[in-house]
């Protein structure tokens, strides 16, 4: 069976951070460092409420696919376009729970813009976008 030597050691981690201070020393008080998300970037959060249901409209024409695309597209005047990381829709089946990166591609004036825009000829505008999003597993 074949072997290796581990010339750069097993202590170290096998991701990089979101953080440029390395690895905290051990007598470091972790509880006060912040928060430590090795799983990808920073994420900007959003709920858009639709005044309608959406919950049988996640077609390509449909009104989750379309906000999708508006915001992976980007326009001029409703965001810059951005990377949808998650998404939901929850169980009252109005609510659309988004995490978009990079964080600053979108506000609420902008994201709505952009589902308002992308959803104007199925007839399901959207009423309201917060900064908060509520994800529930199965």
């Not at 007598?27 to 006060?32: D, M, Q, V």
């Not at 109005?94 to 902008?110: E, M, Q, R």
Request: charged share 5%; no cysteine.
């Amino acid at each position: 069976m074949a072997t290796f030597a581990k010339t750069n050691g097993s202590t170290q981690p096998v991701f990089n951070l979101d953080v440029r201070n390395g690895s905290p020393a051990q007598t470091a008080a972790l509880n006060i460092a912040g928060p430590v998300q090795p799983q990808g970037p920073k994420l900007d959060f959003f709920s858009l409420v639709a005044n309608g249901n959406i919950s049988l409209t996640g077609g390509v024409n449909g009104y989750v696919g379309n906000v999708l695309q508006a915001i992976q597209n980007g326009t001029t005047d409703a965001g810059a376009g951005g990377t949808v990381a998650m998404y939901q829709v929850a169980a009252d089946g109005v609510t659309l729970s988004l995490a978009i990166y990079p964080t600053g591609a979108y506000t609420t004036a902008t994201l709505v813009a952009a589902a308002q825009t992308a959803n104007a000829t199925i007839g399901i505008p959207t009423a309201n976008v917060s900064t908060t999003a509520s994800f529930t597993t199965v």
